[in-house]
Each structure stands twice: as C-alpha cells, then as structure tokens.
C-alpha cells in the first residue's frame, strides 16, 4: 500500500522560505513522476509543480521563478522548495503519487 507522509508546513512572513518535504513507502520510486498541489479554502486544488521520473520539472505559472521541486530517489523523497512567498500561497499543500494522496500540510503566508 502506497503512502505518503509530508512535513515542513507552517507559518512564514511575506518574502519568507520553506521547505517542503515527502516520502514515500510502498512503491518502488524511482520510476514514476510527481506532483505537489495546494488547495485553498473555497478555491479547487490545483497543480503547483511535478517532476517526471527522470528529474525534469513543471510549474504552475503563479510559481515559476520561486518555488522549485526536486527529487531524492535515495531517498524516496520529492521536496518543495518555496522561497519569496506571498500571501497568496496560502493553502494546504498535497503530494500526489500514484494515485494516492497525502495528507496534507498547511502553509500560511502572513504577517
């Protein structure tokens, strides 16, 4: 059984950083791809970022140029790396493998 365990939310000043991490057990990990999302309260979840088995990354537009995903397959870890964070990026924050969900981690960008 896939799963998978986030960790690094919290609360951070506008213009702050964060790192966000998951790992995964029950599958091999190597050879599948990725996806962070985030949903808002009263906004759909959406697509912030994936990476494909090999390493190459995607962004949702609002990101590009602050966030940044990566992957670990030592490690059976995907990490988000947010930097110059807006209130706006405020949402519950998903890892998405295999069709499994985590369970979310909430970041709060405020001051």
């Known amino acids: 059984q896939v799963q998978l365990v986030e960790s690094g939310g919290g609360l951070v000043q506008p213009g702050g950083s964060l790192r966000l991490s998951c790992v995964v057990s029950?599958?091999?990990?190597?050879?599948?791809?990725m996806g962070w999302y985030r949903q808002a309260p009263g906004k759909q979840r959406e697509l912030v970022a994936g990476?494909?088995?090999?390493?190459?990354?995607n962004y949702a537009d609002s990101v590009k140029g602050r966030f940044t995903i990566s992957r670990d397959n030592a490690k059976n870890t995907v990490y988000l790396q947010m930097n110059s964070l807006k209130p706006e990026d405020t949402a519950v924050y998903y890892c998405?493998?295999?069709?499994?969900w985590g369970q979310g981690t909430q970041v709060t960008v405020s001051s």
């Open positions: 998405y493998f295999r069709a499994t």
């Open positions: 990476i494909s088995s090999s390493g190459s990354p």
């Open positions: 029950g599958s091999i990990f190597s050879i599948y791809p």
